[in-house]
């Protein structure tokens, strides 16, 4: 099978302590993590196992900056996510353009004059900025895992299952959702557009893969 599951049933923001992820299909197997609720996860294989419950086999991006960070084949159970075959991409226009503004931390989602929404995010701190200027969507993905540090970085960081994610930039800047900070409206992120879970579904939802980006101070 393929698809992705969501976690809709588990911690919420901020908290470690969230659905745990196992080594197996069932309990009885090894913790390997946890995970937030809105968090989205690439699966290859629905199993039921011998006590009748339903488990999704994870298929982890490939290749992971720190595969060494995983001890084995990731499994969630069913009772906890949704699955989602696939999203579907939608239509391009390009009277589409998604507007940045570093200064108010607001992302602007345009159709020519009409504005669709208008969303508080984070943008990059001081060294690593949310880079300015004319941009376009290059791809799209429902999931990804970040892990840093990265090259120049200090901060380590580990985040599977990063929900709805868009790039713009060729060195890796994105719009997508985030599940570990309320801290919208504030500079908070390594360059990436950080918005909450469901304004990030309905973004990707509504930009097609060369919907222009204006990112402005």
């Known amino acids: 099978m393929k ?8 911690c919420r923001v901020v908290k470690s302590g969230c659905l745990n992820i ?14 937030r609720i ?8 629905k199993i039921t196992n011998n006590a009748g419950e339903i488990w999704y086999r994870i298929k982890q991006d490939a290749p992971l900056r720190f595969p060494e960070r995983i001890h084995g084949t990731w499994y969630v159970s ?6 989602i075959p ?20 607001v992302i602007r989602a345009y159709t020519g004059d009409k504005l669709e929404r ?3 995010v984070s943008t990059g701190v001081k060294g690593t900025e949310t880079p300015t200027g004319e941009f376009t ?17 200090k901060d380590s960081y ?46 990707y939802s509504w930009a097609a893969v060369g919907t222009k980006v204006v990112v402005v101070e």
């Open 86 to 105: 696939g999203p579907v991409e939608p239509k391009s226009n390009p009277l589409k353009v998604i507007k940045v503004d570093l200064s108010e931390q």
């Open 38 to 45: 809105g968090s989205i996860l690439r699966v290859d294989r």
């Open 118 to 120: 208008e969303v508080l």
């Open 158 to 203: 580990d985040l599977p299952g990063v929900p709805w994610v868009m790039y713009f930039t060729k060195s890796g800047a994105a719009f997508h959702g985030t599940n570990w900070h309320n801290n919208f409206g504030k500079k908070h992120s390594h360059g990436c557009v950080n918005l909450p879970v469901d304004e990030s579904e309905w973004l």
């Open 78 to 83: 069913g009772e906890f996510v949704r699955f």
């Open 3 to 10: 698809g992705f599951v969501q976690v809709i049933d588990g």
């Open 137 to 153: 969507i290059l791809w799209k993905t429902p999931s990804r895992y970040m892990q840093g540090p990265l090259p120049g970085m």
């Open 22 to 35: 196992r080594l197996g299909p069932g309990t009885g197997f090894r913790k390997d993590g946890s995970i």
